[in-house]
């Protein structure tokens, strides 16, 4: 697999009325330290002008192309992308996100020293007030693709579920398109590409900047757990997970009580919940609880937070809006010394 060290790199940018963070992303991708770039914009429909202004930068730079359809969504925008790309590997941007200067050419040689088809780095998460967070601290490592699907499956951000963060080899799309019409489609075909590469290479540090903003089609971790498509995804990806690697269903099942775990005490005390979707995590959490805490892979917090679900649902809940209730005092008593 290994290549020429300048090969063209593809980055495909899904735009859709984003005009005031369009030049904030378009400059991030035109300033990267390794040049050679096909720049693809694919305008799916937008109103605000922002079509518009994709055609601008190409004017200003002649690695930009833009593609200009009707509103089919960010899958759809993907995949009308992927059908101009020229080059060998490709990136894609989210067009309210943005990208460190050096995260081209760190992901390529990622990607060049281990000789895979995939090369993934970490993600800073940037609120609404600028607050910057990560959970990645420079891991590096070549995996084999089930440990890379248990790293994604685990949740820790070493392997994100996301489309963004990652340099592929274009060949792994041959097989494989963005499913049309649904929220976090990245979820529906990451465990998939995983499994077409014979090895993964992971350097985790945070080189894509992920921005939080009201409008935005999850607006955060939080929120996105309360779209059905988030759950239908999920259960595709740890089914698929274990017809994958059946000699590995424990582990599997640990993997996926800890991310309901990690929802569940969330949506008991966020509003607008449907009453439905937490039912059937509680309904989860109790079946399953007896079986993953023999297998004692949870960590001691996390099993101490399972054993609290035997206190009841509604124990479990005054317990998750106390605690939360605290953490807000307590960081509200910080704030004034």
């Keep these: 697999m290994l290549t020429d060290k300048n090969d063209l790199l593809a980055v495909i940018v899904p735009v859709y009325n984003v005009a005031p963070y369009l030049a904030r992303c378009v400059n991030s991708i035109r300033e990267q330290t390794y040049a050679n770039l096909e720049i693809i914009m694919v305008d799916d429909g937008s109103t605000d002008g922002s079509g518009a202004l994709c055609d601008d930068y190409a004017n200003l730079d002649q690695r930009i192309k833009v593609i200009h359809q009707k509103n089919c969504g960010l899958s759809a925008a993907r995949n009308t992308g992927l059908t101009h790309v020229t080059a060998r590997y490709v990136t894609f941007v989210d067009s309210d996100d943005y990208l460190e200067r050096d995260y081209m050419r760190v992901l390529y040689a990622t990607l060049q020293d281990a000789d895979a088809p995939l090369a993934i780095c970490g993600v800073n998460t940037i609120d609404m007030h600028g607050q910057v967070t990560t959970n990645v601290h420079g891991e590096r490592m070549v995996c084999t693709p089930r440990a890379a699907l248990m790293i994604m499956l685990q949740g820790n951000g070493i392997v994100p579920e996301t489309a963004y963060a990652k340099l592929y080899a274009v060949a792994l799309f041959e097989q494989i398109k963005f ?159």
């Excluded at 649904?182 to 993964?200: G, N, W």
């Design 179 to 337: 499913p049309v019409g649904r929220l976090h489609e990245d979820v529906a075909i990451m465990p998939q590409l995983l499994t077409l590469c014979d090895k993964v290479a992971i350097y985790a540090v945070p080189l894509y900047n992920y921005c939080l903003r009201a409008d935005s089609l999850t607006t955060g971790s939080m929120r996105m757990l309360m779209h059905a498509d988030y759950w239908f995804y999920h259960e595709a990806a740890y089914a698929y997970a274990r017809t994958t690697y059946p000699a590995d269903v424990n582990e599997i099942d640990c993997c996926e009580m800890r991310m309901k775990l990690w929802a569940y005490q969330y949506l008991v005390i966020m509003n607008g919940v449907d009453p439905t979707l937490k039912r059937q995590l509680w309904r989860y959490l109790k079946q399953k609880r007896g079986m993953v805490l023999r297998h004692k892979i949870l960590s001691p917090r996390e099993q101490q937070l399972l054993l609290r679900t035997y206190w009841g649902r509604w124990g479990f809940t005054v317990y998750c809006r106390l605690r939360e209730y605290w953490h807000k005092l307590r960081a509200k008593l910080r704030g004034k010394r």
